[in-house]
């Protein structure tokens, strides 16, 4: 059964920081690219960052560049988002997803997971 389980989520102020994790199980977790997704309300997901197997991480989407870090843990079968620096409009449900290929588009992938709610107070 595959599951892809994110948390860390929080209510932080503006310039403050969380890092999210996403726990993966029921598939090869090195095989498998892992995406971070978020979705604001009222607006499309959008892909935040993907880190494909080998710790190659394939792009960050322009509002975060300089400011989340993604990375892979193979051991713990976890990737984290680390992410600073918090903007209010970075609120939003973030949440991961697993697939052979990767990329931006979360309809593409393989396997989603529930999100964890991102809110940051200006």
């Known amino acids: 059964d595959v599951q892809l389980q994110a948390s860390g989520g929080g209510l932080v102020q503006a310039g403050g920081s969380l890092r999210l994790s996403c726990a993966a199980s029921?598939?090869?977790?090195?095989?498998?690219?892992i995406g971070w997704f978020r979705q604001a309300p009222g607006k499309e997901p959008e892909g935040v960052s993907c880190i494909m197997p080998g710790n190659i991480i394939t792009y960050y989407t322009e509002p975060v560049k300089g400011r989340f870090t993604i990375s892979s843990d193979i051991a713990k079968n976890t990737v984290y988002l680390q992410m600073n620096n918090l903007k209010p409009e970075d609120t939003a449900v973030y949440y991961c997803?697993?697939?052979?290929?990767?990329?931006?588009?979360?309809?593409?992938?393989?396997?989603r997971g529930q999100g964890t709610l991102v809110t940051v107070s200006s």
């Open positions: 997803a697993a697939d052979r290929r990767g990329g931006p588009i979360v309809q593409y992938y393989d396997y």
């Open positions: 029921g598939f090869t977790f090195e095989d498998y690219a």
